[in-house]
């Protein structure tokens, strides 16, 4: 297994280095996106990569990509990454890599929420409702709620953290008939991936979806699709305890490392959640790795 905290391909121009993939292009119609084994989280980059993650993320992804392509057309070209990088870079993008479709990126996050956690349970305290969704009144901490909800968000640049928004925000960005579809599609791709993990014994709380427009205007899911570093995965034996104590579910993300950093004092004070991040111990690396692992052998079997 190669690790690789930031590729270097010489023998394609660099696009972009997003918080854990490096787009390079490949002519003008395709990208070679390389999964590293970066970590983010509060959206800043940590300094020490996860072994063994982008592969984990791509492997994840090709999964559910395939699974989902009767509902939304995806970016994937089916060429091999291999083929189009120089001999020397193979290891770097072996396993880790797909190469894509050139689309027009649409600048909204498309999170679909199942269940009441994270952000959307802080603004739920708040005025019970999540990016302007009205909710039910009584809901706890990791409750499942009445149906999916869309609750988009506004994309950030690197090392800064995605906005919510609401629907009419969207509206006002891409259009009524593009954010509809858009609503509509995440949501069909929610349910369906959300009652395929349920088989498998785990609960996807909730995820998030990018999507772009090719030349003909079509919509295409692109980037990366239900990976332990887009959504909340929760294994269901430890769901109702957690529900009951009114605690995060144990999971199968990066949350680990979260409440690590949550606990961590830096001078005695808590971090900022501005770079530069902690540093990770082995032992927050290594059970990271572990949670990465379980989530894709739990899925795929």
């Given at each position: 297994?190669?690790?690789?905290?930031?590729?270097?391909?010489?023998?394609?121009?660099?696009?972009?280095?997003?918080?854990?993939?490096d787009?390079?292009?490949?002519?003008?119609?395709?990208?070679?996106?390389v999964?590293?084994d970066?970590?983010s989280?509060?959206?800043?980059i940590?300094?020490?990569?996860?072994?063994?993650?982008?592969?984990?993320?791509?492997?994840?992804?090709?999964?559910?990509?395939?699974?989902?392509?009767?509902?939304?057309?995806?970016?994937?070209?089916g060429?091999?990454?291999?083929g189009?990088?120089?001999?020397?870079?193979?290891?770097q993008?072996?396993d880790?890599?797909m190469?894509?479709?050139?689309?027009?990126?649409?600048?909204?996050?498309?999170?679909?929420?199942?269940?009441?956690?994270?952000?959307?349970?802080?603004?739920?305290?708040?005025n019970?409702?999540?990016?302007?969704?009205?909710?039910?009144?009584?809901?706890?901490?990791?409750?499942?709620?009445?149906?999916?909800?869309?609750?988009?968000?506004?994309?950030?640049?690197?090392?800064?953290?995605?906005?919510?928004?609401?629907?009419?925000?969207?509206?006002?960005?891409?259009g009524p008939?593009?954010?509809?579809?858009?609503?509509?599609?995440?949501i069909?791709?929610?349910?369906?991936?959300?009652?395929?993990a349920?088989?498998?014994?785990?609960?996807?709380?909730?995820?998030?979806?990018?999507?772009g427009?090719?030349?003909a205007?079509?919509?295409?899911?692109?980037?990366?699709?239900?990976?332990?570093?887009?959504?909340?995965?929760?294994?269901?034996?430890?769901?109702?305890?957690?529900l009951?104590?009114?605690?995060?579910?144990?999971?199968?993300?990066?949350?680990?490392?979260?409440?690590?950093?949550?606990?961590?004092?830096?001078?005695?004070?808590?971090?900022?959640?501005?770079?530069?991040?902690?540093?990770?111990?082995?032992?927050?690396?290594?059970?990271?790795?572990?949670?990465?692992?379980?989530?894709?052998?739990?899925?795929?079997?």
């Amino acid at each position: 297994m190669t690790t690789v905290h930031t590729s270097s391909l010489h023998s394609l121009p660099l696009l972009a280095r997003g918080k854990v993939r490096d787009n390079y292009a490949v002519g003008s119609d395709r990208i070679l996106m390389v999964a590293s084994d970066r970590l983010s989280a509060f959206d800043v980059i940590m300094g020490e990569p996860i072994p063994g993650k982008g592969e984990i993320l791509t492997r994840m992804a090709l999964w559910w990509f395939e699974r989902l392509a009767r509902l939304c057309p995806n970016h994937l070209t089916g060429e091999a990454p291999e083929g189009v990088v120089a001999p020397d870079e193979v290891a770097q993008v072996r396993d880790r890599s797909m190469l894509v479709k050139r689309l027009a990126p649409i600048p909204v996050e498309a999170v679909v929420r199942g269940y009441l956690v994270g952000s959307g349970w802080q603004e739920y305290q708040q005025n019970q409702a999540v990016c302007g969704v009205p909710l039910p009144e009584g809901l706890g901490l990791a409750s499942k709620l009445p149906r999916p909800i869309f609750t988009p968000a506004a994309k950030a640049q690197a090392g800064e953290h995605d906005e919510n928004i609401s629907y009419d925000r969207v509206v006002e960005i891409v259009g009524p008939q593009l954010a509809q579809q858009i609503r509509e599609t995440s949501i069909a791709l929610y349910e369906t991936a959300a009652g395929i993990a349920l088989a498998q014994g785990l609960i996807i709380a909730d995820t998030k979806f990018e999507f772009g427009l090719d030349e003909a205007g079509t919509l295409v899911l692109m980037d990366e699709v239900l990976t332990p570093d887009s959504s909340r995965y929760w294994p269901i034996e430890g769901y109702e305890a957690a529900l009951a104590a009114g605690v995060n579910p144990p999971s199968y993300d990066k949350q680990f490392v979260r409440d690590w950093l949550e606990a961590t004092r830096i001078n005695g004070k808590p971090w900022d959640k501005t770079p530069p991040a902690p540093r990770l111990p082995a032992e927050v690396i290594e059970k990271t790795a572990a949670k990465y692992q379980q989530a894709l052998e739990r899925l795929t079997g």
